[in-house]
T-cell receptor, first 114, second 115 residues
Framework: DVKVTQSSRYLVKRTGEKVFLECVQD?????MFWYRQDPGLGLRLIYF???????EKGDIPEGYSVSREKKERFSLILESASTNQTSMYLC?????????????FGPGTRLTVL | AQKVTQAQTEISVVEKEDVTLDCVYE???????LFWYKQPPSGELVFLIR??????QNEISGRYSWNFQKSTSSFNFTITASQVVDSAVYFC????????????FGTGTRLLVSP
């Protein structure tokens, strides 16, 4: 059974804190993604990675960075959390470079920044 | 630019009713892929179906069916005889053949099925 796991389901942080969201997949997928989900906006791509140590900006990368030191792990970093980063964060992974491959999603992390 | 529109924000039905979720997309590519995902209250998006731009055959899987029409740029999803377990947010998404693996999602339709 394929699995994408995220380190926390719920997280509460204070403005200005550095926040790490971790994602691990056990499917040996090359590609990993971070999205944020907000009501009325759907899912928006923050960053993605197609290989270890490789990353590409998505549609809304401002205020975020990522790290991929190992193939199975993709971390999202909020350098200095702000209240407008309160959101649901979803990690996903997919295999290879074929466009038709579906993405597998983790359960999400609901982050609240106070 | 690619875009996916799900005009229905929320739909409420009573169990056993049929319901159709609309999805309209925009793309300049001739080769592209369309997806439907389900997000139950647990939060994890679950893949339902994929369709490529060269295959306009409708598909039926149990109580689910999908109607893909390139002429109207639509990829609608119908649930027949809805059940309470169908209550979820449903997302339509588009992936072009150019641009690396980027999925563009619609804003989602929340379906509430009451007993």
């Amino acid at each position: 059974d394929v699995k994408v796991t995220q380190s926390s389901r719920y997280l509460v942080k204070r403005t200005g804190e550095k926040v790490f969201l971790e994602c691990v997949q056990d499917m040996d997928h090359e590609n990993m993604f971070w999205y944020r989900q907000d009501p009325g906006l759907g899912l928006r791509l923050i960053y993605f990675s197609y290989d270890v140590k490789m990353k590409e900006k998505g549609d809304i990368p401002e205020g975020y960075s990522v790290s991929r030191e190992k193939k199975e792990r993709f971390s999202l970093i909020l350098e200095s959390a702000s209240t407008n980063q309160t959101s649901m964060y979803l990690c996903a992974s997919t295999q290879g470079s074929d466009t038709y491959n579906e993405q597998f999603f983790g359960p999400g992390t609901r982050l609240t920044v106070l | 630019a690619q875009k996916v529109t799900q005009a229905q924000t929320e739909i409420s039905v009573v169990e056993k009713e049929d319901v159709t979720l609309d999805c309209v997309y925009e793309t300049r590519d001739t080769t592209y892929y369309l997806f439907w995902y389900k997000q139950p209250p647990s939060g994890e998006l679950v893949f339902l179906i994929r369709r490529n731009s060269f295959d306009e055959q409708n598909e039926i899987s149990g109580r689910y069916s999908w109607n893909f029409q390139k002429s109207t740029s639509s990829f609608n999803f119908t649930i027949t005889a809805s059940q309470v377990v169908d209550s979820a947010v449903y997302f339509c998404a588009l992936k072009e053949n150019t641009g690396f693996q980027k999925l563009v999602f619609g804003t989602g339709t929340r379906l509430l099925v009451s007993p």
